[in-house]
């Protein structure tokens, strides 16, 4: 559905400062799947989801949606920018309009559909969100910090993007703030069907999220695949400043400790399972 080939973008191009930010990535996301794209700071996640909706234009490579190369003209098409929707770190930063609902509908008004399609589209993602409808004509300024990172992300929403882009979407937010936006974008992929990417530091979002992984490190694709392919390779992630969750490395301590049980567990819900288990096989 959405692909890289080669993908690479140097920042100062023939300059003193000349920067290779990405460099010949091949990354690809099929129909309805969950990658998340991790990797230390300065590893070109964010250089290389600003290319997935032609934000940036590569300095070689490829960017294909749907098998068609999105650069193939002088410019990416206008829909594609519908199609695949980006949602910036701290979005709500970028909030201008009056009304929550008014900021809402600037997507779906920039797509030219009726005051009718729009004010559908804007309560529809109002409630996938989480946000009342009784706060759409609230000013966005009067709301909490995380009130705020959801009607950027229902920006996004409103325009049904195929693909959904989220670069970190729960930095800065409590520990329940980060589950409700989680929960959230999951709901969001279990109804319409779309495809999602989480770009985010935090290896307990990826585990709580996604199915599969993408793993930057200096420009590169250093590791890709299903989470528990991804995480069982816990001394490769370390060697490029990452590591499995804290849950999985006290599964992996127990394990080694010689404790039979599935060290494949990401969150406290999986690990507490997996305990259970093991305590009532000794018991039978």
């Given at each position: 559905m959405l692909e890289t080939q080669k993908l690479t973008f140097i920042y100062g191009a023939g300059t003193p400062f000349e920067r290779r930010a990405v460099d010949a990535v091949d990354f690809k996301l099929h129909e309805g799947q969950c990658m998340g794209l991790i990797g230390h700071t300065g590893s070109g996640k964010s250089t290389?989801?600003?290319?997935?909706?032609?934000?940036?234009?590569?300095?070689?490579?490829?960017?294909?949606?749907?098998?068609?190369?999105?650069?193939?003209?002088?410019?990416?098409?206008?829909?594609?920018?519908?199609?695949?929707?980006?949602?910036?770190?701290?979005?709500?930063?970028?909030?201008?309009?009056?009304?929550?609902?008014?900021?809402?509908?600037f997507g779906p008004k920039n797509m030219g559909l009726s005051e009718t399609e729009t004010a559908e589209r804007v309560g529809e993602a109002m409630d996938f969100v989480g946000l009342e409808a009784?706060?759409?004509?609230?000013?966005?300024?009067?709301?909490?910090?995380?009130?705020?990172?959801?009607?950027?992300?229902?920006?996004?929403?409103?325009?049904?993007?195929?693909?959904?882009?989220?670069?970190?979407?729960?930095?800065g937010l409590d520990p329940s703030g980060r589950r409700e936006i989680l929960a959230h974008i999951k709901q969001y992929r279990q109804v319409t069907g779309a495809a999602i990417v989480l770009v985010t530091h935090s290896m307990e979002d990826i585990a709580r999220t996604v199915d599969d992984l993408t793993v930057l490190s200096e420009a590169r694709v250093v590791?890709?695949?299903?989470?528990?392919?991804?995480?069982?390779?816990?001394?490769?992630?370390?060697?490029?400043?990452?590591?499995?969750?804290?849950?999985?490395?006290?599964?992996?301590?127990?394990?080694?400790?010689?404790i039979t049980l599935d060290a494949a567990a990401y969150t406290v819900e999986d690990a507490r399972r997996e305990l259970l288990r093991v305590k009532g096989a000794s018991h039978a």
């Open positions: 290389l989801i600003q290319h997935l909706n032609g934000l940036l234009k590569p300095t070689s490579g490829k960017v294909l949606f749907e098998g068609a190369d999105i650069w193939e003209g002088k410019k990416p098409a206008r829909e594609l920018r519908f199609k695949v929707g980006l949602v910036f770190q701290y979005p709500e930063y970028q909030l201008f309009e009056e009304t929550i609902a008014a900021d809402i509908a009784s706060l759409s004509e609230k000013s966005p300024f009067d709301l909490s910090g995380g009130q705020k990172r959801r009607v950027a992300i229902a920006g996004v929403i409103a325009m049904r993007p195929r693909v959904l882009i989220l670069d970190e979407p729960t930095a590791m890709s695949g299903n989470l528990r392919e991804v995480f069982s390779r816990g001394d490769e992630l370390e060697r490029v400043g990452l590591a499995v969750p804290s849950i999985t490395q006290i599964m992996l301590r127990l394990r080694a400790m010689g």
